[in-house]
């Protein structure tokens, strides 16, 4: 499982030598794919891929996660959660470039460092497919969601309209927008998305402020059974660990940026997710604390849906949302694009082609968006795959691999804290999907398909 320390890893020379032995199609190929098109993002790309990776629909559902935690544990929770994942962040950005003259461009390259080629990759690449498919069906979700009350507030006498078209509605910007070929050609609807997202964050707090505590406020359980309760508890730490999930793109993010060995990638990169966390925590620590405060139990599972007026700033903030996840969802499916085309076009020969990337794309958006019409269920989405996939790749694998790479002394400082790590991501991944799975369940029974 351990690899050789750091200082005796493949040297610069080798390496070089490696990357200038490619063929010209392969050149042409590596040039094509999503993630290796494209190396000269700035520092400031990192911090807005960074935001809208991070602050998603996640965020408008912390509010009802602390409902189900309370308050000694919900701020512990929350606190703890956003300096272990800014602690594993670290390690990733550090772990990109640890091999001398050679990139890590992508998770499952570090796994495959870590663990062998084999190993890593079934290690990593399902996680990470369940990560980022499974946030793009939340955000299909979200995205239907949030068109919807946007119309119901703005229009309230008009004829219902079923969710399953709002969310047609919104997987239609995709369809377009899945063909822009890289990262950086998606900086302008990651930027656009960063802003949306501090914004909408702003005014869930805010209108929440204005509407003041509610008059009949409970901040107990509100589940009447103790197993409810538990089960709620489980999946509210799923929503925590959904908010904080920017890991499983971080990689590839750091990828777009230029490197040489005065200046590597780890500077910007780590400069972009310095300020990414400070606008993570001046949205999520606000919207969770005040949101729960101003209505205790009685919370919707989306914040935006407790606050009906202003009527004009709330239709604002969904289409804010709505923005908002339009980037997510890119910034989530670009690793899945390129693992797709990079496994058509290097394993399966095809050749790289705009009809090849026009297919598998949209064919993608279908799947996502069908996914999603079947089962609209956020609240238990969130805290299912929250757990499952989201607690391993952003707790404790980051963790996992830094033992097995650097392998520091035992006992030690280093050793103790990622134990620490993967300790509490280990419970996270076993309790959590537990109690989405629950909820899913409860919403299931009372659910018609297709509505």
């Known amino acids: 499982m351990g690899t050789l320390p750091p200082n005796h890893l493949i040297n610069t020379t080798s390496n070089t030598v ?9 050149k042409a190929i590596d040039e094509w794919l999503p993630i290796t098109s494209a190396r000269n993002a700035k520092w400031w790309y990192s911090a807005f891929h960074n935001v809208t990776a991070m602050v998603g629909a996640g965020v408008l559902s912390l509010p009802h996660a602390m409902s189900q935690l309370g308050w000694g544990p919900g701020v512990a929770v929350m606190v703890v ?10 390690q990733m950005v550090e772990m990109h470039e640890m ?15 870590a663990f062998g080629q084999k190993l890593g990759l079934w290690i990593v690449v399902p996680q990470q497919l369940i ?43 995709h369809f377009v927008l899945a063909h822009l070929p890289n990262f950086n050609s998606i900086s302008g609807v990651s930027l656009a998305a960063a802003v949306m997202s501090l914004s909408y964050s702003t005014i869930a707090w805010g209108a929440s402020v204005d509407k003041g505590v509610q008059a009949d406020v409970e901040y107990g359980y509100k589940s009447s059974s103790t197993a409810g309760t538990v089960f709620n508890f489980f999946s509210a730490l799923g929503s925590v660990a959904f908010a904080y999930a920017g890991h499983n793109v971080v990689l590839e993010i750091q990828a777009t940026i230029p490197s040489t060995p005065d200046k590597p990638s780890k500077v910007p990169m780590w400069r972009g997710v310095v ?34 007026k202003p009527v004009w700033l709330i239709a604002m903030a969904n289409m804010f949302v709505v923005i908002h996840v339009i980037g997510s969802y890119q910034i989530y499916a670009m690793p899945v694009f390129d693992m797709i085309e990079t496994m058509l076009v290097k394993k399966l020969m095809f050749k790289p082609t705009w009809y090849l990337r026009f297919i598998t794309r949209n064919i993608y958006v279908a799947l996502t968006m069908f996914i999603a019409i079947t089962f609209p269920f956020f609240d238990g989405l969130l805290g299912f795959f929250g757990g499952f996939a989201f607690a391993p790749t952003t707790y404790f694998l980051p963790c996992i691999m830094w033992l097995a790479i650097y392998k520091p002394k035992k006992f030690g400082l280093s050793w103790t804290i990622n134990w620490i790590c993967i300790v509490l991501g280990v419970l996270l991944m076993v309790v959590a999907p537990i109690g989405g799975l629950r909820t899913i369940i409860v919403q299931a029974k009372t659910y018609k398909f297709y509505s």
């Open 275 to 308: 300020v990414a966390y400070i606008v993570v925590a001046l949205c999520y620590f606000p919207v969770a604390f005040i949101g729960y405060w101003m209505f205790g139990n009685s919370v919707e599972d989306n914040i935006l849906i407790s606050l009906e």
């Open 131 to 173: 990560v980022e498919i499974g946030v793009d069906i939340v955000y299909m979700v979200t995205g239907g969601q949030s068109l919807k009350k946007f119309h119901d507030v703005v229009c309230q006498d008009c004829k219902e309209i079923k969710l399953s078209y709002f969310i047609m509605i919104f997987a239609s910007v």
């Open 81 to 90: 959660s956003w300096i272990i994942t800014l602690y594993t962040l670290w």
């Open 99 to 113: 091999v001398e003259g050679k990139r890590f461009d992508r998770y499952h390259e570090l796994g495959q460092q």
């Open 18 to 26: 490696q990357s200038d032995e490619r063929t010209a199609e392969q």
